[in-house]
């Protein structure tokens, strides 16, 4: 019991009060997430189970959108890999001080979203808090958070006396609005735009059916072929960014990472950061995503801190 | 899809999710040095994939049909000014579809 009030209640108190941006976010956020799997026809549960089962906003509306289609589990695993591949770069830095907290790590890394590493990566304990429950309630916090939303949502819209037609619009919307705040803040747009010319033509030499594999295929090709050309453009336009390793933002965890993101803008979004932030299902998250990111281009940053 | 079928589906999605977040742990013991080409593309293929899940949004839209053209423009249009304009996700989303819904249910009833 003494454990539990010198360590573990200790810890919940320093991480609840920084999980709180990301309480509205994942709340709202997770409610469109059950609203939109309901409405497709998919049972109430079954927000909830990949709100548990994945943990990942925008693979949760993809997975959603697949599930009422053809039973293609193999597709499923290597679309999701790839659209969550950004999550590897989260893992990789936090390495060493995961290495640390001992079995509560295999729960942390699971959860691992977006929000939840940019909390962690940019907070340390107050002195005597221990690492290892601290991060834990982060990642539980932000878990309980999306999983409320998703079922709040998938009860509400299973409650809805109709089905709407066209209610899909509202995964296309969130894509093409993840593609912008990527788009706003990389200094280069090579990639990007060769990333929608490679998917509009393996769309049209594939066909609808069966082009996302190719397309990610063709997608990773063209881009390790551009990186000679891509990366000193990012060299140039940004001497703090160049070495950003990833970042994350978007309300349903879908991180994006800057393509060299431009420093002044990174400036302005870790200035921002403690302004209210609406609806901000991102923009409470986004400044410290920012703040990440400069925090890993720049080792000196963080020591300052 | 079955019930067991989407279940599948959506614990292979989850085993996908998990690799990705893992496997910086097992591949990377101690301190061995993350490559170059790794943390190019881990900068420069989030645009280039959500470019992708535009697209693939758009798959089955009959770019002959003006009645499925123009919601998806309208909205898409919708989306980019409000989040150009607010810089809040949710408002850019919520408003799009929106603009979509009307569009599809009450102006294009096919």
């Given amino acids: ?305 | 899809m079955t019930l067991d079928q989407q279940i599948v589906t959506v614990l292979a999605a989850g085993a996908a999710t998990i690799l990705t977040r893992a496997l910086p742990f097992l591949v990377f013991p101690a301190s061995r040095p993350v490559p170059g080409l790794i943390r190019y593309l881990g900068r420069a293929l989030p645009g280039a994939i959500f470019a992708l899940l535009v697209v693939y949004c758009l798959r089955e839209v009959n770019i002959l049909a003006p009645s499925e053209v123009i919601p998806q423009v309208a909205g898409l249009a919708t989306a980019t000014a409000l989040f150009l304009w607010r810089r809040d996700m949710l408002i850019a989303i919520f408003g799009s579809t929106a603009v979509y819904l009307i569009l599809v249910n009450l102006v294009f009833v096919s």
């Fill in chain 1, 1 to 305: 019991m003494d454990r539990i009030k010198t360590v573990v209640l200790p810890a919940l108190v320093a991480a609840f009060p920084l999980t709180i941006p990301i309480l509205a976010g994942f709340v709202l956020t997770g409610m469109t997430c059950g609203v939109f799997a309901v409405l497709l026809g998919l049972p109430w549960w079954v927000p909830s189970f990949m709100a548990v089962a994945i943990f990942a906003g925008s693979a949760e509306f993809l997975v959603a959108s697949m599930l009422v289609g053809a039973y293609d589990p193999v597709s499923a695993f290597v679309t999701i890999l790839i659209v969550n591949a950004r999550h590897l770069f989260y893992g990789l830095s936090l390495l060493e001080r995961f290495r640390r907290i001992g079995a509560k790590r295999f729960y942390v890394i699971y959860a691992l979203c977006d929000e939840t590493f940019s909390i962690e990566y940019a907070s340390r304990p107050p002195q005597g808090v221990d690492d290892g429950w601290f991060m834990f309630w982060i990642s539980l916090l932000n878990q309980f958070y999306w999983v409320l939303g998703c079922t709040l949502g998938a009860l509400f819209g299973a409650v809805l006396p109709v089905q709407i037609e066209g209610i899909s619009f509202a995964m296309t919307a969130l894509f093409m609005v993840i593609f912008l705040d990527q788009w706003t803040r990389e200094a280069s747009h090579a990639v990007a735009l060769a990333g929608f010319a490679a998917s509009v033509a393996a769309l049209a030499v594939f066909g609808a059916d069966t082009f996302i594999v190719p397309a990610l295929v063709l997608i990773l090709v063209v881009a390790v072929a551009m990186r000679r050309w891509v990366e000193p453009a990012c060299a140039a336009t940004d001497l703090d960014g160049a070495e950003a390793i990833s970042n994350g933002g978007a309300g349903a965890g879908d991180g994006t990472c800057s393509p060299c993101v431009r420093s002044h803008d990174v400036q302005d979004q870790v200035e921002a950061r403690d302004e209210p932030s609406g609806t901000g299902s991102s923009t409470g998250a986004k400044g410290r995503s920012e703040e990440f990111a400069r925090a890993a281009s720049d080792p000196a940053y963080e020591e300052e801190r």
